[in-house]
Protein backbone atom coordinates (compact mmCIF):
# COMPACT_ATOMS: atom_id res chain seq x y z
CA UNK A 1 0.00 0.00 0.00
CA UNK A 2 1.15 3.82 -0.83
CA UNK A 3 0.44 6.59 0.91
CA UNK A 4 -0.07 9.56 -0.06
CA UNK A 5 0.93 13.09 0.80
CA UNK A 6 -1.38 16.27 0.43
CA UNK A 7 0.43 19.01 1.55
CA UNK A 8 2.30 20.30 -1.41
CA UNK A 9 0.72 19.48 -4.81
CA UNK A 10 2.25 20.86 -7.60
CA UNK A 11 -0.41 22.25 -10.43
CA UNK A 12 -1.81 19.43 -13.09
CA UNK A 13 0.33 19.77 -16.28
CA UNK A 14 3.15 20.97 -14.65
CA UNK A 15 6.78 19.65 -15.27
CA UNK A 16 7.12 19.19 -11.24
CA UNK A 17 3.63 17.46 -11.85
CA UNK A 18 4.82 15.58 -14.59
CA UNK A 19 7.79 14.31 -12.73
CA UNK A 20 5.52 13.47 -9.79
CA UNK A 21 3.43 10.97 -11.08
CA UNK A 22 6.40 9.49 -13.02
CA UNK A 23 7.89 8.70 -9.26
CA UNK A 24 4.47 7.52 -8.32
CA UNK A 25 3.70 4.84 -11.34
CA UNK A 26 7.72 3.62 -10.63
CA UNK A 27 6.94 2.97 -6.74
CA UNK A 28 3.42 1.72 -7.63
CA UNK A 29 4.06 -0.44 -10.73
CA UNK A 30 7.02 -2.89 -9.96
CA UNK A 31 9.36 -3.85 -12.86
CA UNK A 32 7.89 -6.84 -15.22
CA UNK A 33 10.44 -10.02 -14.80
CA UNK A 34 9.95 -13.32 -15.91
CA UNK A 35 10.25 -16.17 -13.86
CA UNK A 36 11.82 -18.13 -16.03
CA UNK A 37 14.83 -15.77 -15.45
CA UNK A 38 15.08 -15.84 -11.87
CA UNK A 39 18.17 -17.41 -9.75
CA UNK A 40 15.09 -18.51 -7.31
CA UNK A 41 13.00 -20.28 -9.88
CA UNK A 42 13.56 -23.59 -8.48
CA UNK A 43 12.83 -22.90 -4.73
CA UNK A 44 9.41 -21.52 -5.62
CA UNK A 45 8.01 -22.95 -9.00
CA UNK A 46 7.72 -26.15 -10.21
CA UNK A 47 11.04 -27.65 -12.97
CA UNK A 48 10.66 -29.34 -15.06
CA UNK A 49 8.06 -27.15 -17.71
CA UNK A 50 7.80 -27.02 -21.11
CA UNK A 51 8.45 -23.96 -23.44
CA UNK A 52 4.41 -23.90 -23.84
CA UNK A 53 4.29 -24.26 -19.71
CA UNK A 54 6.80 -21.84 -18.68
CA UNK A 55 5.56 -19.13 -20.99
CA UNK A 56 2.66 -19.48 -19.31
CA UNK A 57 3.92 -19.62 -15.93
CA UNK A 58 5.53 -16.24 -16.74
CA UNK A 59 2.94 -14.08 -17.14
CA UNK A 60 1.82 -14.90 -13.18
CA UNK A 61 4.25 -12.67 -11.65
CA UNK A 62 2.99 -9.22 -13.22
CA UNK A 63 4.09 -6.99 -10.53
CA UNK A 64 7.26 -7.27 -7.90
CA UNK A 65 6.26 -5.06 -4.44
CA UNK A 66 9.24 -3.28 -2.24
CA UNK A 67 8.92 -3.98 0.99
CA UNK A 68 11.16 -1.44 3.53
CA UNK A 69 12.19 -2.83 6.89
CA UNK A 70 9.46 -2.48 9.73
CA UNK A 71 6.85 -2.38 6.76
CA UNK A 72 4.06 -4.83 6.60
CA UNK A 73 3.84 -6.96 3.74
CA UNK A 74 -0.04 -7.81 4.86
CA UNK A 75 -1.44 -7.56 8.29
CA UNK A 76 -4.38 -9.78 10.28
CA UNK A 77 -7.17 -9.42 8.81
CA UNK A 78 -6.82 -8.37 5.38
CA UNK A 79 -7.93 -9.73 2.33
CA UNK A 80 -6.03 -12.27 0.70
CA UNK A 81 -5.94 -11.57 -3.32
CA UNK A 82 -2.03 -13.37 -3.82
CA UNK A 83 0.85 -15.65 -2.56
CA UNK A 84 4.03 -13.40 -2.27
CA UNK A 85 7.42 -15.29 -3.43
CA UNK A 86 10.07 -13.45 -1.69
CA UNK A 87 12.66 -12.48 -4.25
CA UNK A 88 15.32 -10.72 -1.46
CA UNK A 89 15.04 -9.64 1.97
CA UNK A 90 13.84 -11.37 5.17
CA UNK A 91 10.22 -11.47 6.93
CA UNK A 92 8.49 -12.30 10.47
CA UNK A 93 5.06 -13.13 10.64
CA UNK A 94 3.49 -12.60 14.13
CA UNK A 95 -0.29 -12.64 15.65
CA UNK A 96 -1.29 -10.23 18.05
CA UNK A 97 -1.70 -11.90 21.79
CA UNK A 98 -4.61 -10.83 23.92
CA UNK A 99 -1.93 -8.99 26.53
CA UNK A 100 -1.22 -7.07 23.06
CA UNK A 101 2.15 -8.83 22.71
CA UNK A 102 3.28 -9.90 19.24
CA UNK A 103 4.12 -13.71 19.22
CA UNK A 104 6.29 -14.44 16.44
CA UNK A 105 5.12 -17.26 14.45
CA UNK A 106 7.46 -17.48 11.67
CA UNK A 107 10.53 -16.24 10.00
CA UNK A 108 10.87 -16.73 6.21
CA UNK A 109 13.27 -16.08 3.33
CA UNK A 110 14.42 -15.46 -0.21
CA UNK A 111 13.23 -18.52 -1.95
CA UNK A 112 9.68 -19.20 -0.04
CA UNK A 113 6.45 -17.91 -0.18
CA UNK A 114 4.06 -16.40 1.98
CA UNK A 115 0.58 -15.80 2.54
CA UNK A 116 -0.81 -19.19 2.49
CA UNK A 117 -2.30 -18.53 6.01
CA UNK A 118 -5.21 -16.32 3.72
CA UNK A 119 -6.56 -19.41 1.55
CA UNK A 120 -8.71 -20.72 4.58
CA UNK A 121 -10.83 -18.01 4.60
CA UNK A 122 -10.11 -15.84 2.21
CA UNK A 123 -8.16 -13.00 4.89
CA UNK A 124 -4.90 -12.84 6.26
CA UNK A 125 -4.71 -14.29 9.81
CA UNK A 126 -0.93 -12.56 10.80
CA UNK A 127 0.70 -9.95 10.42
CA UNK A 128 4.14 -9.98 7.78
CA UNK A 129 6.78 -7.66 8.37
CA UNK A 130 9.89 -6.94 7.00
CA UNK A 131 12.84 -7.63 9.03
CA UNK A 132 15.21 -5.87 6.25
CA UNK A 133 14.56 -3.57 3.21
CA UNK A 134 12.94 -6.86 0.86
CA UNK A 135 11.23 -7.33 -2.49
CA UNK A 136 8.47 -9.73 -3.26
CA UNK A 137 6.98 -11.16 -6.46
CA UNK A 138 3.52 -10.82 -6.27
CA UNK A 139 1.47 -14.42 -7.39
CA UNK A 140 -2.36 -13.46 -7.56
CA UNK A 141 -3.87 -16.26 -6.66
CA UNK A 142 -6.40 -16.80 -8.62
CA UNK A 143 -4.03 -17.15 -11.85
CA UNK A 144 -2.31 -19.86 -9.47
CA UNK A 145 -5.84 -21.40 -9.25
CA UNK A 146 -5.86 -21.27 -13.00
CA UNK A 147 -3.01 -22.48 -14.26
CA UNK A 148 -3.23 -24.97 -11.77
CA UNK A 149 -6.09 -26.41 -13.34
CA UNK A 150 -3.93 -26.63 -17.30
CA UNK A 151 -0.64 -27.39 -15.73
CA UNK A 152 -0.41 -30.69 -13.34
CA UNK A 153 3.44 -29.73 -11.86
CA UNK A 154 2.10 -26.41 -10.73
CA UNK A 155 -0.53 -27.82 -9.04
CA UNK A 156 1.62 -30.31 -7.34
CA UNK A 157 3.85 -27.51 -6.17
CA UNK A 158 1.32 -25.73 -4.85
CA UNK A 159 0.56 -28.74 -2.67
CA UNK A 160 4.16 -28.94 -2.23
CA UNK A 161 4.32 -25.80 -0.59
CA UNK A 162 0.92 -26.27 1.61
CA UNK A 163 2.85 -29.36 2.82
CA UNK A 164 6.17 -28.14 3.88
CA UNK A 165 4.10 -25.36 5.89
CA UNK A 166 2.43 -27.82 7.64
CA UNK A 167 5.19 -29.63 8.62
CA UNK A 168 6.75 -26.56 9.83
CA UNK A 169 3.87 -25.63 11.94
CA UNK A 170 4.10 -29.57 13.56
CA UNK A 171 7.70 -28.39 13.88
CA UNK A 172 7.57 -25.53 15.94
CA UNK A 173 4.83 -27.68 18.21
CA UNK A 174 7.30 -30.18 18.86
CA UNK A 175 10.10 -27.48 20.05
CA UNK A 176 7.62 -25.65 21.72
CA UNK A 177 6.29 -28.42 23.37
CA UNK A 178 9.29 -31.53 24.66
CA UNK A 179 12.09 -29.45 24.13
CA UNK A 180 14.72 -27.78 26.53
CA UNK A 181 15.95 -24.00 25.86
CA UNK A 182 19.60 -25.45 24.78
CA UNK A 183 17.33 -28.04 22.30
CA UNK A 184 15.31 -25.31 20.74
CA UNK A 185 18.04 -22.83 19.93
CA UNK A 186 20.42 -25.58 18.57
CA UNK A 187 17.43 -26.62 15.97
CA UNK A 188 16.46 -23.15 15.29
CA UNK A 189 20.34 -22.30 14.26
CA UNK A 190 20.53 -25.20 12.36
CA UNK A 191 17.21 -25.41 10.82
CA UNK A 192 18.29 -21.74 9.75
CA UNK A 193 21.82 -22.19 8.35
CA UNK A 194 20.39 -24.94 6.26
CA UNK A 195 17.91 -23.00 5.17
CA UNK A 196 20.70 -20.30 4.15
CA UNK A 197 22.73 -23.05 2.40
CA UNK A 198 19.99 -24.46 0.14
CA UNK A 199 20.28 -20.85 -0.98
CA UNK A 200 24.26 -21.02 -1.49
CA UNK A 201 24.99 -19.36 1.48
CA UNK A 202 27.36 -20.96 4.24
CA UNK A 203 27.11 -23.99 6.07
CA UNK A 204 28.55 -22.65 9.22
CA UNK A 205 28.09 -18.68 9.31
CA UNK A 206 24.80 -16.71 9.26
CA UNK A 207 24.01 -13.09 10.16
CA UNK A 208 20.94 -12.99 12.27
CA UNK A 209 18.22 -10.86 10.70
CA UNK A 210 15.99 -10.86 13.96
CA UNK A 211 16.37 -9.52 17.45
CA UNK A 212 17.38 -12.07 20.55
CA UNK A 213 13.65 -11.34 21.68
CA UNK A 214 11.96 -12.34 18.53
CA UNK A 215 14.01 -15.51 18.26
CA UNK A 216 12.41 -16.08 22.31
CA UNK A 217 9.39 -14.84 21.41
CA UNK A 218 9.47 -17.73 18.29
CA UNK A 219 10.48 -20.87 20.60
CA UNK A 220 8.46 -19.39 23.40
CA UNK A 221 11.54 -18.53 25.89
CA UNK A 222 12.59 -15.55 28.12
CA UNK A 223 14.97 -13.05 26.41
CA UNK A 224 17.48 -13.41 29.14
CA UNK A 225 17.25 -17.35 28.57
CA UNK A 226 17.94 -16.66 24.44
CA UNK A 227 20.50 -14.76 25.57
CA UNK A 228 22.33 -17.30 28.37
CA UNK A 229 22.36 -20.11 25.59
CA UNK A 230 23.65 -17.99 23.43
CA UNK A 231 26.65 -17.34 25.55
CA UNK A 232 26.69 -20.80 27.09
CA UNK A 233 26.78 -22.37 23.52
CA UNK A 234 30.04 -19.62 22.82
CA UNK A 235 31.55 -20.37 26.16
CA UNK A 236 31.59 -24.21 25.01
CA UNK A 237 33.43 -23.29 21.71
CA UNK A 238 29.78 -24.31 19.70
CA UNK A 239 29.41 -21.46 17.76
CA UNK A 240 31.08 -18.01 17.81
CA UNK A 241 29.05 -14.97 18.00
CA UNK A 242 29.67 -11.24 17.61
CA UNK A 243 26.67 -8.82 17.53
CA UNK A 244 24.55 -10.75 15.08
CA UNK A 245 26.96 -12.67 12.95
CA UNK A 246 26.72 -16.40 14.25
CA UNK A 247 29.58 -18.86 13.35
CA UNK A 248 28.98 -22.23 14.02
CA UNK A 249 32.53 -24.30 15.42
CA UNK A 250 30.98 -27.49 15.86
CA UNK A 251 27.34 -28.29 14.33
CA UNK A 252 27.53 -32.31 15.68
CA UNK A 253 27.45 -30.70 19.00
CA UNK A 254 23.68 -29.10 17.99
CA UNK A 255 22.83 -32.06 16.53
CA UNK A 256 23.49 -33.92 19.49
CA UNK A 257 21.69 -32.07 21.57
CA UNK A 258 18.85 -31.86 19.67
CA UNK A 259 18.83 -35.55 18.86
CA UNK A 260 19.63 -36.77 22.33
CA UNK A 261 17.13 -39.13 24.24
CA UNK A 262 15.06 -36.90 26.99
CA UNK A 263 16.51 -38.10 30.76
CA UNK A 264 13.10 -36.68 32.26
Known amino acids: MFETHHALQPSPGSAQALSAAKVIAINSHSIKVACSNCNLRELCMPVGLSKEELERVDTLVEVRRKVKKGAALFHNGEKFTSLYAIRTGFFKTCVATEDGRDQVTGFQMAGEVMGLDGIVNDHHTCDAIALEDAEVCVLPFDR ?3 LSH ?3 SMQRHVHKIMSR ?3 RENGVMLLLGSMRAEERLAAFLLNLVQRLHTRGFSQSELVLRMTREEIGSYLGLKLETVSRTFSKFADEGIIEVKQRHVRIL ?3 ALRDLVNR ?3 D
Open 144 to 146: IEE
Open 150 to 152: DIA
Open 165 to 167: EIV
Open 250 to 252: NSD
Open 261 to 263: PDC
